[in-house]
């Protein structure tokens, strides 16, 4: 008797570079542009044993703030797809959460995007087979992304995706570990729907060169998420200090901060002098691509 299968795949947390509100759309979700990369040292874990049925079992030091098995995006990915694909071969599923849940990652969004890899391998299908994609979609703005899980600029509500060519950037990643909801952060700018943003600051660099679209972007929802959670403020701060820092923002709607550095081993030291400066704080140094 052989053994049985188990399929297994990253889900690499999501950092947004920018994150740029253009408005509010009339069905109320926000039009962004946004240039996202991966994490290579930040990942949760997810294994597929096919069968029938589906399943889904969480452990890992997040796993409890992971939410009802019944609502997460992996069942909810896995559902989807099955909607969309005739006969799919579903099975049980195994997380460990490694990422911190409501962090501005994209954890959750990841672990769908997983799902949906799993379902494909195992059903012989491609990834970027269009049903899979329209799932992905329909489960999440940041699922499409987290499918490819490659450096690119993410327009509309987050399905228009074009490859980015950026070099592999050393950074630090910082959480304080007090959960911020998406939703909340993106009702705080306070657009009606059809509103346009209007950015505090000048224009950033025009696209094409990500470097500097880095350099001069932002991301248009960290005042809202700092006066949610002021902590941001300070991590921002504890991380532009670091010896070897490029510069800082933060993630998606938050709380994760970033800091780009020259060098994995200038961002390794941060992280180190980080762990000891803000105890109680999730921090990582890994490379974002
Ligand atoms: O698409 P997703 O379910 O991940 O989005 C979570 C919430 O974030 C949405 O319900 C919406 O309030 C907000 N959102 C938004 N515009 C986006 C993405 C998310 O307003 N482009």
Same mark, same amino acid.
């Given at each position: 008797?052989?053994?049985?299968?188990?399929?297994?795949?990253?889900?690499?947390?999501?950092?947004?570079?920018?994150?740029?509100?253009?408005?509010?759309?009339?069905?109320?979700?926000?039009?962004?542009?946004?240039?996202?990369?991966?994490? +290579?040292? #930040?990942?949760?874990?997810?294994? *597929?044993?096919?069968? $029938? @049925?589906?399943?889904?079992?969480?452990? =890992? !030091?997040? %796993?409890?703030?992971?939410?009802?098995?019944?609502?997460?995006?992996?069942?909810?990915?896995?559902?989807?797809?099955?909607?969309?694909?005739?006969?799919?071969?579903?099975?049980?599923?195994?997380?460990?959460?490694?990422?911190?849940?409501?962090?501005?990652?994209?954890?959750?969004?990841?672990?769908?995007?997983?799902?949906?890899?799993?379902?494909?391998?195992?059903?012989?299908?491609?990834?970027?087979?269009?049903?899979?994609?329209?799932?992905?979609?329909?489960?999440?703005?940041?699922?499409?992304?987290?499918?490819?899980?490659?450096?690119?600029?993410?327009?509309?509500?987050?399905?228009?995706?074009?490859?980015?060519?950026?070099?592999?950037?050393?950074?630090?990643?910082?959480?304080?570990?007090?959960?911020? +909801?998406? #939703?909340?952060?993106?009702?705080? *700018?306070?657009?009606? $729907? @059809?509103?346009?943003?209007?950015?505090? =600051? !000048?224009? %950033?660099?025009?696209?094409?060169?990500?470097?500097?679209?880095?350099?001069?972007?932002?991301?248009?929802?960290?005042?809202?998420?700092?006066?949610?959670?002021?902590?941001?403020?300070?991590?921002?701060?504890?991380?532009?200090?670091?010896?070897?820092?490029?510069?800082?923002?933060?993630?998606?709607?938050?709380?994760?901060?970033?800091?780009?550095?020259?060098?994995?081993?200038?961002?390794?030291?941060?992280?180190?002098?980080?762990?000891?400066?803000?105890?109680?704080?999730?921090?990582?140094?890994?490379?974002?691509?």
């Amino acid at each position: 008797m052989s053994a049985p299968m188990l399929l297994r795949e990253r889900a690499p947390a999501k950092v947004n570079l920018t994150l740029h509100v253009r408005g509010r759309r009339a069905d109320g979700y926000h039009e962004l542009d946004s240039l996202v990369a991966f994490a +290579g040292c #930040a990942a949760d874990l997810l294994t *597929l044993a096919p069968g $029938p @049925g589906l399943s889904l079992a969480v452990s =890992g !030091p997040f %796993g409890d703030a992971a939410g009802p098995d019944d609502d997460n995006l992996v069942i909810r990915a896995a559902r989807s797809a099955a909607e969309r694909v005739e006969g799919l071969a579903l099975g049980a599923f195994t997380l460990v959460k490694r990422v911190p849940v409501a962090a501005g990652l994209g954890g959750g969004s990841a672990d769908a995007a997983a799902a949906l890899r799993l379902l494909a391998q195992a059903n012989g299908l491609s990834p970027d087979d269009p049903r899979l994609v329209d799932a992905a979609a329909a489960t999440g703005s940041d699922v499409p992304a987290c499918l490819r899980s490659r450096a690119a600029r993410m327009e509309g509500r987050g399905e228009r995706l074009t490859e980015v060519k950026l070099d592999p950037q050393p950074a630090v990643l910082m959480n304080p570990l007090r959960p911020v +909801g998406t #939703a909340e952060v993106f009702r705080a *700018l306070g657009l009606a $729907p @059809g509103e346009t943003f209007v950015p505090p =600051g !000048p224009a %950033g660099a025009a696209p094409g060169d990500p470097e500097a679209e880095i350099a001069r972007g932002r991301n248009d929802l960290e005042a809202a998420a700092v006066r949610i959670a002021p902590e941001i403020g300070a991590g921002l701060v504890l991380l532009a200090s670091q010896h070897g820092c490029r510069g800082v923002r933060m993630s998606g709607s938050g709380a994760t901060v970033f800091g780009l550095f020259s060098t994995a081993q200038e961002a390794r030291r941060a992280a180190r002098a980080l762990s000891a400066a803000a105890p109680g704080w999730w921090v990582r140094s890994t490379m974002l691509r």
